[in-house]
């Protein structure tokens, strides 16, 4: 136009049905990051132009799930608040996001960007796990120097399960659970119950075994 050119890069994503939503929010993310970096590749880099067929769902979902993303990315509180920016976006074009499956999966690409954020499976440097406390005797040992309530992480000897909490009791026995170390945090395996962080162990077996300590019924 006008004897200039312009190189233009063309994203498509093909499984995303008319009305309906991905199988798996993690492959349209990943769309979006690339439309990010491609977006801000340089200077000059123009507007990003999305469309479907009505340029409504599917492309609703896109610029709400974008905006959403960037908003956790850089921390801001209101990422969260998908629905006060739907409306938003709704004064602008209006019934934007077809569906309530639609509303949801925006939700579900949040989701799947701040969960890996608060998981922390890197125990082996948290002041309370002792890599060096590997028998039962060192366990009690140290436990019992520091007194009933006391807690620490350390090597299971159980086959299959890599970390064992160890809670010291009033009656000067040493409360065992054996930990499964996972992808998404770490699985009791008395209970089977997920936690993305030792902190949350803690906080989540408070009730179950510190409490109970300290009022002699373990």
Not at 97 to 122: N, R
Request: aromatic share 10%.
């Amino acid at each position: 136009w006008g004897g200039k050119e312009r190189q233009v890069t063309h994203l498509r994503f093909i499984e995303f049905p008319d009305h309906g939503t991905p199988e798996d929010p993690a492959d349209f993310t990943a769309l979006i990051e690339v439309a990010h970096i491609r977006g801000e590749s340089s200077a000059t880099a123009p507007p990003i132009v999305v469309h479907c067929s009505a340029g409504l769902g599917r492309t609703g979902v896109f610029v709400a799930a974008s905006i959403t993303l960037r908003r956790a990315l850089l921390g801001f509180p209101s990422c969260t608040d998908v629905l006060e920016l739907m409306l938003y976006l709704r004064r602008q074009r209006a019934g934007l996001i077809q569906t309530k499956d639609q509303v949801l999966f925006v939700h579900l690409c949040l989701l799947g960007l701040l969960v890996p954020a608060f998981v922390d499976v890197a125990y082996e440097t948290k002041p309370f796990y002792h890599a060096s406390l590997d028998s039962p005797a060192a366990v009690e040992a140290v436990l019992a120097d520091r007194g009933a309530g006391s807690f620490l992480f350390h090597p299971s000897s159980t086959p299959g399960y890599p970390l064992t909490l160890s809670v010291f009791t009033t009656n000067n026995t040493v409360y065992n659970v054996d930990i499964e170390v996972v992808e998404d945090g770490f699985v009791m395996a008395d209970d089977g119950v997920l936690f993305h962080s030792l902190e949350e162990v803690m906080e989540g077996r408070r009730d179950e075994l510190v409490d109970p300590i300290f009022k002699g019924e373990i």
